[in-house]
């Protein structure tokens, strides 16, 4: 994974970052890139602790074996993230 020098953006993801099928989105993220997790087809659980992360679009393009993600009360996900 890679992360900005402060913590708090995800730049890349790449599919050796995903244990088990399972990817949680560190703590100090606020910001999760443009095609972050582009091709990641072993993510099947995301597990988002905030819910004050913005997304950008496509960050999720090509994950096609996402089911589940686990999101904090009052989280929502917008448009054109996968």
Known sequence: ????????????????????????????????????????TELRTLCLPRKDITISCHAFIGCTNLTTIQLPEGATIGQDKF
């Open 1 to 40: 994974m890679q992360l900005s020098k402060d913590r708090s953006q995800i730049i890349s993801v790449s599919n050796d970052d995903i244990k088990e099928g399972y990817f949680i989105i560190p703590d100090t993220v606020t910001y999760i890139e443009y095609e972050a997790f582009r091709g990641c």
